[in-house]
């Protein structure tokens, strides 16, 4: 009898780990990974404390330094041994006091990032519509010496097929055709003023630019069609040399350890509110992603690298600065994947921009997350665009992936504004982009092979031209190829 109960033991024992080696399936591990998260997801109440205690993210603020050491603890919490701070320092803005006059009247007024230290101009506005080079072309010398005012979006009734610019393109135009100073018409309602960066690089502009609402500007619109009208703006503004760190956690590769997916959003807000939309929700994600590789014990054949960036907002210097360190000392041909969440909630599907071999890997992968959940709908682009953490590694040939969101579309309305605040932030989203962000990071990581490699530079250049990015890449000096 005693021969016979060792012998069942040995048997259990045996059929126990057989059990427990059993490889799982995707749509196995995703079952399991989704039980976990939805049970255990903390990005909500990271997020939550982060806004209650410490605020905006402002890079190089005393704000913005408490947040990357909370989230360093948070990965160090979460089970990382593998967590460094990547300091930088560099040129940084921050805003002061400014004022409006149209008229001699006082108007509501947000500065613009990278507006000078201190200005004080006066001159006629004219109204230069879109703020497109277009708009300009038909009469170089409309704005010379003058304050040119601009839509922040396309206007309605404008030509067809246009393509809009980011604030700081349309800031570029108007300082190339002479113009002392730029006013930006919010396209919000409700009285919304936005900030943000008015330069594509990241240095201090030569002319003040401001934001002003947009039932403001459009009444202004209306009057410059029948009189003219003079504007003058006052401003002081800081621009210092700060300290500033993005934040990294390791999991190393168990079989391909030299070859890394970074996953990051950037950690730093503007000051205005608490940054909660942007980026609080993407960069909490991320944080909540990485709980999740280590509460289901993930460990995908490539290195991943969990990012917190900062300095995004004004100029992406956390991310031109992880880029540079890898070129100079020559990991940049490490890096495989860089995947960006930047305002991204409650995802559908994916974007993968680069040149893909295999472009059935992200269909099929989001078909096993689906089984999951069909509110993931699997939808999938192959497009870029730039002004997030993901450009210098997409300059770089890095392929990179992005999800398609899901939010109420009233939360953008706050973007960038005063009312980016917790209360906006819909913990279901949140969590769901912890979910289904968890099952791509891990199926990508784990890939038998990648379903997009690094391109050269050639290849780079003509995707990016492919992508209509040429133009916005010259304009903000990122256009690095000889013509």
């Given at each position: 009898?005693?021969?016979?109960?060792?012998?069942?033991?040995?048997?259990?024992?045996?059929?126990?780990?057989?059990?427990?080696?059993?490889?799982?399936?995707?749509?196995?591990?995703?079952?399991?990974?989704?039980?976990?998260?939805?049970?255990?997801?903390?990005?909500?109440?990271?997020?939550?404390?982060?806004?209650?205690?410490?605020?905006?993210?402002?890079?190089?603020?005393?704000?913005?330094?408490?947040?990357?050491?909370?989230?360093?603890?948070?990965?160090?919490?979460?089970?990382?041994?593998?967590?460094?701070?990547?300091?930088?320092?560099?040129?940084?803005?921050?805003?002061?006091?400014?004022?409006?006059?149209?008229?001699?009247?006082?108007?509501?007024?947000?500065?613009?990032?990278?507006?000078?230290?201190?200005?004080?101009?006066?001159?006629?506005?004219?109204?230069?519509?879109?703020?497109?080079?277009?708009?300009?072309?038909?009469?170089?010398?409309?704005?010379?010496?003058?304050?040119?005012?601009?839509?922040?979006?396309?206007?309605?009734?404008?030509?067809?097929?246009?393509?809009?610019?980011?604030?700081?393109?349309?800031?570029?135009?108007?300082?190339?055709?002479?113009?002392?100073?730029?006013?930006?018409?919010?396209?919000?309602?409700?009285?919304?003023?936005?900030?943000?960066?008015?330069?594509?690089?990241?240095?201090?502009?030569?002319?003040?630019?401001?934001?002003?609402?947009?039932?403001?500007?459009?009444?202004?619109?209306?009057?410059?069609?029948?009189?003219?009208?003079?504007?003058?703006?006052?401003?002081?503004?800081?621009?210092?040399?700060?300290?500033a760190r993005n934040v990294i956690a390791t999991i190393k590769g168990s079989e391909l350890p030299d070859e890394e997916i970074v996953i990051g959003g950037h950690l730093d807000s503007w000051d205005l509110a608490t940054g909660a939309i942007d980026n609080g929700i993407g960069s909490f994600a991320v944080i909540d992603i990485a709980r999740a590789f280590k509460a289901n014990n993930l460990n995908p054949k490539r290195t991943v690298k969990f990012v917190m960036f900062m300095g995004e907002?004004?100029?992406?210097?956390?991310?031109?600065?992880?880029?540079?360190?890898?070129?100079?000392?020559?990991?940049?041909?490490?890096?495989?994947?860089?995947?960006?969440?930047?305002?991204?909630?409650?995802?559908?599907?994916?974007?993968?921009?680069?040149?893909?071999?295999?472009?059935?890997?992200?269909?099929?992968?989001?078909?096993?997350?689906?089984?999951?959940?069909?509110?993931?709908?699997?939808?999938?682009?192959?497009?870029?665009?730039?002004?997030?953490?993901?450009?210098?590694?997409?300059?770089?040939?890095?392929?990179?992936?992005?999800?398609?969101?899901?939010?109420?579309?009233?939360?953008?309305?706050?973007?960038?504004?005063?009312?980016?605040?917790?209360?906006?932030?819909?913990?279901?989203?949140?969590?769901?982009?912890?979910?289904?962000?968890?099952?791509?990071?891990?199926?990508?990581?784990?890939?038998?092979?990648?379903?997009?490699?690094?391109?050269?530079?050639?290849?780079?250049?003509?995707?990016?031209?492919?992508?209509?990015?040429?133009?916005?890449?010259?304009?903000?000096?990122?256009?690095?190829?000889?013509?």
């Amino acid at each position: 009898m005693k021969k016979l109960s060792i012998l069942l033991t040995i048997a259990f024992i045996a059929f126990s780990c057989t059990k427990e080696d059993k490889k799982l399936s995707n749509a196995e591990l995703f079952a399991k990974i989704d039980t976990e998260i939805k049970a255990n997801s903390q990005a909500y109440n990271d997020l939550k404390v982060s806004s209650e205690t410490i605020g905006h993210r402002l890079t190089g603020s005393e704000n913005g330094a408490k947040a990357e050491t909370f989230t360093y603890n948070k990965f160090k919490e979460y089970g990382f041994d593998d967590v460094v701070y990547q300091p930088f320092e560099v040129e940084a803005w921050s805003r002061g006091d400014v004022s409006l006059q149209i008229d001699g009247n006082d108007t509501k007024v947000v500065t613009l990032g990278h507006s000078p230290v201190e200005a004080s101009v006066s001159g006629t506005i004219v109204d230069m519509g879109n703020g497109l080079e277009a708009d300009y072309a038909a009469n170089p010398d409309a704005v010379k010496g003058k304050i040119a005012l601009v839509y922040i979006g396309i206007l309605p009734g404008s030509e067809e097929g246009l393509t809009n610019l980011h604030r700081s393109e349309k800031s570029a135009i108007a300082i190339k055709y002479g113009a002392i100073g730029i006013i930006i018409i919010n396209q919000v309602d409700n009285g919304v003023l936005l900030t943000g960066t008015a330069s594509v690089t990241g240095a201090l502009l030569p002319i003040p630019a401001v934001c002003i609402a947009k039932k403001d500007g459009m009444a202004l619109k209306e009057k410059l069609k029948t009189s003219s009208s003079t504007a003058t703006i006052n401003m002081t503004n800081n621009s210092n040399m700060i300290k500033a760190r993005n934040v990294i956690a390791t999991i190393k590769g168990s079989e391909l350890p030299d070859e890394e997916i970074v996953i990051g959003g950037h950690l730093d807000s503007w000051d205005l509110a608490t940054g909660a939309i942007d980026n609080g929700i993407g960069s909490f994600a991320v944080i909540d992603i990485a709980r999740a590789f280590k509460a289901n014990n993930l460990n995908p054949k490539r290195t991943v690298k969990f990012v917190m960036f900062m300095g995004e907002e004004q100029g992406l210097f956390g991310s031109r600065h992880m880029v540079a360190e890898a070129v100079k000392d020559g990991s940049i041909d490490n890096i495989k994947y860089m995947i960006n969440l930047d305002m991204a909630g409650n995802p559908v599907g994916m974007n993968a921009g680069g040149q893909l071999n295999n472009e059935n890997f992200f269909k099929e992968l989001g078909a096993t997350i689906q089984q999951q959940d069909s509110i993931f709908k699997n939808t999938f682009s192959n497009r870029s665009g730039l002004h997030s953490d993901h450009q210098p590694f997409m300059l770089e040939g890095i392929p990179i992936l992005s999800l398609h969101s899901n939010l109420d579309r009233s939360i953008y309305g706050c973007y960038h504004s005063d009312c980016d605040s917790f209360d906006l932030v819909n913990e279901e989203h949140i969590t769901n982009t912890a979910r289904f962000g968890t099952m791509i990071l891990y199926g990508l990581a784990n890939a038998e092979t990648l379903p997009a490699t690094k391109m050269d530079s050639e290849t780079t250049k003509e995707f990016m031209i492919k992508n209509n990015l040429k133009e916005k890449l010259i304009i903000g000096g990122d256009w690095k190829w000889q013509e």
